[in-house]
């Protein structure tokens, strides 16, 4: 609301995650692989290895080329761009944060310098200083990580923070530690998997194929520890933030699903890679498995900030900018009038309404697109209208609507001019798309504001009684938008849905 | 319609978490610091690309030589320039963020499209690097590149920290085109102000030039002279031109405050004084130094070079507050001080320091025999 928000037309969301996932996958691997460098250069001295030494120097090339500029700059990026997309939860972060920032830069700084000093030190330092540099950068990367963990935990789990303001706590939150560890396991992880990428092009057989054991010591355990330590992690959750990721939101559950596939078949890769002795199936599947480690890490890192929904700083901001204790004073004047970017020309009310309110996490055609979805759907505008007004219901834990009645329309008419210029065939109207038109935006038959045991025993005829008058519940729920027809098939849908699963119960 | 309305961002709710001028102070260390790597390193940029036109990659002439002597320095100096970025643009968002991200997203596209160029001027830089010899039509325009790239950069950072001190600028850009493609172009002082900078690299990457000549003085006095007369070259001819372009930039400011550098206010107008002088002082120095290499001249010019630019921060952060006054100063935002978390930084920055000095001196000495 206080700032403007930028119209990059396919989707704010898709902006940040296309800096941060490549950032976050190369910035756990600077760590990992600064502490495999580290160790195996030290045992390669130390038992007179020279090919190991020699692939420690050539992994530490392309390490300091991957790392120090694509990492470190698309880490500024990460900068860049989040001050772009949100700049109030950035504004509040760096206000609560700065020290610790400052602190992650001196970190960083002495990261940065270290990676060059060990780099260009390979034929000017003795092995013990080399060495020495090596773990320094390590102690120094891997503190740069415990610092903005803190932060980045803290956007989740932000504890009393918000009425207290008690800055220790709120750094050392409830998901702190578990985070801390399921990265540092991660960057073990990418360790292991850059190393085989390296691997892959030496061309010593025997010497590819010791790496690629070795690669095995750091991927396998790690991954089978990141199960625990991402339960410890789920579990520290607080229990309105687990109802979100539990709630059946379609899209949290296909992240949690590409993150296990993507955790299983890295482990599967890594072993095939160790047993193939071809250098050229060894390339390809190096190639897989870089690929695979970057959706897990974008299932991982889509899972935490989807976990985060409604808010971009729990309890205290949220994801379109407002902060929670605006909303009544928003409420209270309008949101037209608590916006600050706005234009004079009235025909213009509904698109800076729904900048403000909805464009921080949706595009109109692009990535979360509203016109496109409601376009596909087939919702008419009386129909948006409703919907926009109870954007706090919803299954995907968005913001609630804070606006008038009138607003709502405005941004419905709005969305829907857009949706008719894209000319889309709307789907047919099946009986599951009608529950998914109107009931299941809120409601899930067994997980989040369950209606199983609401609708039980009821006949189809009641059922389609209730469709029909389900606005008369309660404020919250807007009519059935449908025909007779359409409430006919959704309630021999709910009946055969409900009866189905007390057959299965009963048998 | 267009909108020209002055809307202005409120500042953040949350206090600041040090005193106004241990952030300030903070801030214009790191700038200075910054500003300094980035001079380095685009002048750097440049001086390399000329060379290498001026050599044509003969690797056995003094251009070539410096060329390649200069190359090896540009990674190094662009995560430095980075690195050192990083820290003002911290400490410009806490005193200034509300500002700073509005005209941020203003220009939203070119102010994000800054990393990934900076990302291919820095591998630019290592390709370069790394294949020397022989001269390939890439490596031909790999340094031409690189420079144009950082020098696009230098145009929109500053273009950026122009707009941010200009609210009035806002609406009329964000409102007309919300998709940041656009520039602040219709100011008067943006290019002066960006011109002076620049020119400012390359005077400045004169002196470090003149620096390497010193150093190779007792091995090669030949290629030493060349150095000192090309670094005061590169020197001398953009400070007297950019003692112009000043005068230019001066005039381009609002009347208030360019008056204000003109004798109203008597700290600023001998700021600009003295940041002048000794700029046009440390020329004749530096003349003296291509003839005594070893003399104390070159130290002198450095240093009057180095008070000059300390001069022309805080100058520039006191002509950032002229044009705030009338909506925003830094007593409006309430004061929270986390000391605990600042003892914290503090250490840390002691520790980091140390580990600095121990690295550099480590990789200076060489400690293989």
């Known amino acids: 609301m206080n700032f403007p928000v930028w119209d990059v037309g396919f989707g704010l969301p898709l902006l940040i995650a296309l800096v941060t996932i490549p950032h976050v996958m190369v910035a756990h691997f600077a760590i990992g692989g600064g502490l495999f460098l580290a160790i195996y250069g030290a045992r390669a001295r130390s038992t007179n290895d020279p090919a190991m030494l020699s692939f420690v120097r050539s992994h530490s090339r392309f390490f300091m080329l991957l790392t120090l500029v694509f990492g470190a700059l698309t880490g500024v990026g990460i900068w860049f761009t989040i001050g772009l997309v949100s700049p109030a939860a950035t504004s509040a972060l760096i206000h609560t944060f700065v020290w610790f920032w400052a602190t992650e830069w001196v970190m960083f700084f002495v990261e940065i310098a270290a990676a060059i000093v060990y780099y260009y030190g390979w034929d000017r330092l003795d092995a013990t200083t080399h060495q020495r540099v090596i773990w320094l950068y390590f102690g120094a990367a891997w503190g740069s990580l415990a610092v903005i963990n803190g932060i980045i935990t803290f956007m989740l789990t932000s504890g009393t923070w918000v009425t207290d303001h008690n800055i220790w706590p709120a750094f050392f939150n409830v998901t702190y530690f578990p985070s801390l560890i399921f990265r540092t396991l991660l960057c073990l992880v990418m360790a292991g998997i850059f190393a085989i990428l390296t691997a892959a092009f030496q061309n010593d057989d025997s010497l590819r194929s010791r790496i690629n054991r070795i690669a095995i010591l750091w991927t396998i355990p790690s991954i089978g520890l990141l199960v625990p330590t991402g339960y410890w992690y789920f579990s520290a959750l607080p229990q309105s933030t687990k109802l979100i990721v539990s709630g059946g939101w379609t899209a949290l559950k296909s992240a949690q699903h590409n993150l296990f596939t993507s955790a299983i078949g890295l482990s599967i890769l890594v072993v095939l890679t160790m047993l193939t002795k071809n250098r050229n199936l060894n390339r390809v599947l190096s190639g897989f498995i870089i690929l695979i480690g970057l959706n897990l890490f974008g299932s991982f890192e889509w899972y935490r900030e989807a976990a985060r929904k409604p808010y971009v700083i729990s309890n205290y901001m949220y994801s379109n900018g407002m902060l929670v204790n605006d909303t009544t004073s928003i409420k209270e004047a309008g949101l037209f009038s608590s916006m600050l970017w706005k234009h004079s020309d009235q025909t213009m009310k509904g698109e800076d309404l729904f900048r403000a309110a909805c464009q921080s996490c949706h595009s109109l055609s692009g990535y979360n697109g509203i016109a496109k979805m409601v376009a596909e759907r087939g919702w008419t505008e009386e129909q948006l209208g409703q919907l926009v007004q109870r954007t706090g219901y919803f299954r995907g834990a968005m913001p609630p609507f804070v606006g008038t009645v009138e607003e709502a329309n405005l941004i419905a008419t709005y969305i829907a001019t857009k949706a008719n210029s894209l000319n889309a065939t709307p789907e047919s109207l099946t009986p599951k798309r009608i529950w998914d038109n109107n009931c299941g935006l809120c409601h899930t038959l067994d997980g989040s504001r369950p209606l199983r045991a609401t609708l039980s025993g009821l006949s189809v005829a009641d059922l389609q009684e209730t469709i029909l008058t389900v606005d008369q519940l309660s404020d919250a729920i807007p009519k059935f938008f449908g025909s007779d027809v359409d409430a006919d098939k959704l309630a021999s849908y709910l009946e055969a849905q409900i009866s189905k699963r007390e057959e299965g119960v009963s048998k | ?369």
């Open chain 2, 1 to 369: 319609m267009i909108d020209s309305l002055l809307i202005i961002p409120t500042f953040d709710p949350i206090p600041l978490p040090a005193p106004v001028w241990l952030l300030k102070g903070l801030l214009l260390l790191t700038l200075l610091l910054h500003l300094i790597a980035m001079n380095l390193l685009l002048g750097g940029a440049w001086t390399v690309f000329w060379c290498a036109i001026r050599s044509k990659y003969q690797p056995t002439s003094h251009n070539g030589r410096l060329f390649r002597e200069m190359l090896a320095y540009l990674p190094t100096l662009t995560a430095m320039t980075v690195t050192l970025g990083v820290a003002p643009l911290l400490f410009v968002q806490v005193l200034y963020g509300h500002l700073v991200y509005t005209s941020s997203i203003a220009m939203g596209w070119f102010w994000w499209l800054v990393f990934p160029l900076v990302i291919i001027a820095y591998y630019s830089f290592y390709y370069l690097k790394f294949h020397q010899g022989g001269e390939t039509a890439i490596k031909r325009w790999l340094p031409l590149l690189a420079a144009l790239i950082l020098l696009w950069i230098s145009f929109i950072l500053s273009n950026n920290f122009n707009l941010a001190q200009q609210p009035e600028r806002f609406s009329k850009i964000i409102l007309e085109d919300p998709s940041g493609w656009s520039l602040n172009l219709g100011d008067p002082t943006t290019f002066p102000r960006w011109l002076h900078m620049v020119i400012g690299a390359i005077a400045v990457c004169g002196i470090w030039v003149m620096w390497l000549g010193r150093i190779e003085h007792k091995k090669d006095v030949e290629y030493a002279m060349f150095k000192m007369e090309f670094g005061y070259k590169l020197f001398a001819l953009p400070t007297m031109i950019n003692i112009l372009v000043g005068f230019i930039f001066m005039m381009s400011l609002p009347r208030n405050i360019m008056m204000r550098l003109m004798g109203k206010s008597m700290l600023e107008t001998m700021l600009w004084l003295v940041g002048m002088g000794l700029a046009i002082w440390a020329i004749p120095v530096l003349k003296r130094a291509t003839t005594e290499p070893q003399s104390s001249a070159l130290p002198l010019g450095t240093i009057l070079v180095g008070i000059t630019i300390c001069a022309m921060v805080l100058l520039r952060d006191m002509v950032r507050s002229a044009y705030q006054e009338g909506f925003y100063t830094l007593d409006m935002p309430k004061v929270d001080t986390m000391w605990g978390a600042i003892a914290m930084f503090f250490v840390t920055f002691v520790i980091g320091l140390w580990l600095l000095r121990w690295l550099v001196q480590t990789y200076l000495k060489g400690s293989k025999t």
